[in-house]
């Protein structure tokens, strides 16, 4: 064994290897690599090696990882320590040695098998001596790798950067939520390991598709499982502690370990989010996507319908699925040689129900590129996926007598604004391109004629075009409004009809304004209004006020305004409708700081919010965090703010880490709660004197 060569420690370098592989942040002690890229270790003999051939001759390597290692199915290497080292398989070469110590490059294959290995040593067919533990990951940086990405801006934004942001709201209004994806937290790593650990399918580890695959499915299923339903009686305190939520790692430990607080429904991007963490922990890059006005639940269908009352109100659920305002999603990146040529690339994580096959099959990863061409042949997901940005909807109106009128209606599209965050940058990226030919395009038009063939000969269809009407005196409404209102505030709205005939109308005008959340579920009734109008050959415009103090209750905290408009002709009873969604914007909270700081040296931030609301803000909170900026979170009590004044409060720490940093502040008050911002800082090194 290990005793012939008299070996007295093995060091394996993690500090060195760790920052050459780009781990240096998850550990400085264990070894973690990435596959296909050579690490080096240094053996040290209790005494001399003077015959290096002979030695060199007996001596083999061992790797292993998995409950049952087996060469069979790659989950287990044994391989010589020579000169000459074999890229495409593992392999050891010396490099420098002494009479006390060997210095050898260890490389990995470019597919190995991803997880916690043990690394032996065997001397002439004897039992191996174990030398240590190390981990391998996947590694976007080598051109072999499943999931190589040529641009080194992208690898740091999509696999190394911590902190993200997920963008929420409307599509005329999108609202950025900052987010901690937290991937090189102390115990991620193991975290998510643990997690692939549930797939016994240990030699398919090598292959991202599959990896991905299982850990969605997973997640899906913790999920499920794990977020609960938001209680609806609550303080503003209670419903400010369910909803904080900040980053990924917290969520991944309480549905991995059953510890800490319970995580509930009310933010819509958990999955997206922690499923970006744990593929960009294990070397897949990731990113969040948000689809704006999605269509979801229409069973690959490309109609949605909508049912209002005679009040403008929205009523009840459609039998052909319903809007969500907005959703999120996973995008990971890899090639996919099981598939046709050109479907590589960002791959969508798509999560379902399980079915007979189990959990670990309860996920699909559908290219990118197959959505926006139509190919529903490649996967059952891409039909689905494609409704979501393509399906049009149809609104009828539902009569007192219980019968349905179509509505002439502008048609919602959906999938018109698909965002992300921009590489290097905070800003929002629109990606609508990738999953989209342009609206009215010969391209589009010749994709969706291609998808509704497709549907008709698997007599799927249910059809690709809204219902018209057939309208031999026709009645045009249109609808302006501002894409976002205040908390607490107003905005006017103006409502266009036109009479296109010489003839007068009487006219029933109906307005409506409900609370929705962000999946399109009815919150509660705000606000309706109805008026008799005679319309002559002309247009007649209709400006009104929106308030808050006008709504017969507050909105739901993450909810938004739906604001519908019906005009219906007295004699045809012919029916117009128009609506809008309108994202509710909370008071400003400011930060300013240096944009660079020396490590090390005390940095000072100012904080201000100013109170636009007739109320005052009272029990304010406001926590400060952020890594290397704060060793931990503190929070500050303040006295209330009232309405016309402006709070101010200066904030100290001292940078710990070098890089660009990330500072959020949040907000609590009895006015609304988890008012989040924040601000970027690069901290550079101390210079050091000549």
């Not at 290096?52 to 290692?69: D, F, N, R, S």
Request: net charge neutral; with cysteine; glycine share 8%.
């Amino acid at each position: 064994m290990g005793k012939a060569l008299k070996i007295k420690s093995c060091d394996f370098q993690a500090a060195r290897n760790n920052v050459e592989h780009h781990t240096k942040d998850i550990s400085s002690r264990h070894l973690i690599v990435r596959r296909g890229q050579p690490f080096t270790i240094r053996l040290h003999f209790r005494a001399p090696v003077h015959t290096l051939l002979p030695a060199l001759k007996k001596v083999v390597l061992i790797t292993q990882t998995g409950g049952q290692p087996s060469k069979a199915n790659g989950t287990q290497a044994k391989f010589p320590i020579s000169h000459l080292g074999d890229r495409k398989w593992w392999s050891a070469v010396l490099e420098e040695r002494d009479t006390q110590s060997w210095t050898i490059s260890v490389t990995t294959p470019s597919d190995a098998v991803i997880g916690h290995y043990s690394l032996l040593l065997q001397v002439s067919g004897r039992k191996p001596h174990l030398l240590g533990q190390f981990t391998l990951l996947f590694n976007p940086w080598v051109r072999g790798d499943a999931v190589f990405l040529e641009n080194e801006a992208q690898r740091r934004e999509y696999l190394l950067n911590q902190n993200g942001l997920i963008y929420l709201g409307t599509a005329d209004c999108i609202q950025e939520e900052p987010w901690d994806f937290g991937q090189f937290e102390k115990d991620v790593m193991d975290l998510c390991l643990c997690l692939l650990n549930e797939d016994k399918q240990v030699e398919e580890w090598g292959n991202p598709v599959h990896v991905a695959c299982v850990l969605g499915s997973l997640l899906h299923a913790y999920k499920e499982k794990n977020v609960l339903p938001t209680p609806r009686t609550q303080s503003a305190q209670e419903g400010s502690l369910l909803n904080k939520r900040r980053g990924s790692v917290p969520i991944l430990r309480q549905w991995l370990t059953d510890k800490g607080r319970p995580v509930y429904d009310g933010q819509a991007w958990v999955l997206a989010a922690v499923a970006c963490t744990v593929l960009r922990c294990l070397g897949i890059p990731a990113r969040v996507v948000t689809t704006f006005t999605s269509a979801q639940g229409t069973g690959g269908g490309l109609l949605v319908d909508e049912y209002y009352n005679e009040e403008g109100l929205q009523n009840g659920e459609g039998q052909r699925g319903r809007i969500w305002i907005f959703q999120t999603s996973t995008e990971c990146w890899m090639t996919r040689p099981a598939l046709p040529q050109g479907y590589g690339g960002w791959q969508i994580l798509y999560p379902s129900a399980p079915t007979g096959d189990g959990v670990l099959r309860a996920c699909d990863l559908v290219p990118v590129k197959a959505v926006k061409e139509g190919t529903l042949g490649l996967t059952p997901a891409v039909s689905d996926l494609f409704t979501t940005i393509n399906a049009s909807c149809v609104v009828w109106k539902c009569c007192e007598d219980g019968t349905l009128e179509l509505t002439n209606s502008n048609t919602k599209y959906v999938g018109n604004n698909i965002s992300t965050k921009a590489v290097g940058s905070d800003r929002c990226e629109d990606i609508s391109q990738n999953y989209k030919y342009p609206e009215g395009s010969p391209q589009e038009k010749e994709v969706l004629e291609r998808v509704q063939k497709d549907r008709l000969e698997h007599k799927k269809d249910n059809g690709i075009h809204p219902s018209s009407l057939e309208i031999a005196d026709p009645l045009y409404l249109f609808l302006e409004t501002p894409s976002s209102l205040p908390l607490g505030g107003d905005v006017q709205l103006s409502v266009t009809l036109f009479n296109p005939s010489d003839q007068e109308k009487e006219v029933q005008l109906a307005i409506g304004v409900q609370a929705v959340y962000y999946n399109g579920i009815l919150a509660a009734e705000l606000w309706r209004k109805k008026q008799l109008l005679t319309l002559s050959a002309n247009l007649v415009k209709i400006t009104t006020g929106l308030s808050f103090s006008c709504f017969e209750q507050s909105p739901p905290e993450n909810s938004f305004l739906r604001l519908t408009v019906m005009a219906t002709h007295s004699k045809s009873s012919l029916s117009c409708f128009a609506q809008e969604d309108i994202a509710i914007c909370r008071p400003c909270l400011a930060i300013k700081m240096p944009e660079t700081i020396m490590q090390y040296q005390p940095l000072k931030a100012l904080v201000s919010i100013y109170n636009s609301l007739d109320a005052p803000m009272k029990d304010c909170v406001i926590s400060i965090f952020g890594r290397g900026l704060i060793h931990r979170e503190r929070s500050y009590r303040l006295g209330p703010v009232w309405p016309g004044n402006t709070l101010r409060t200066k904030f100290c720490f001292t940078p710990t880490k070098v890089g660009l940093q990330r500072l959020t502040v949040e907000m609590d008050c009895n006015m609304f709660q988890n008012l989040t911002s924040y601000r970027s800082v690069t901290v550079v090194a101390p210079e050091v004197a000549a």
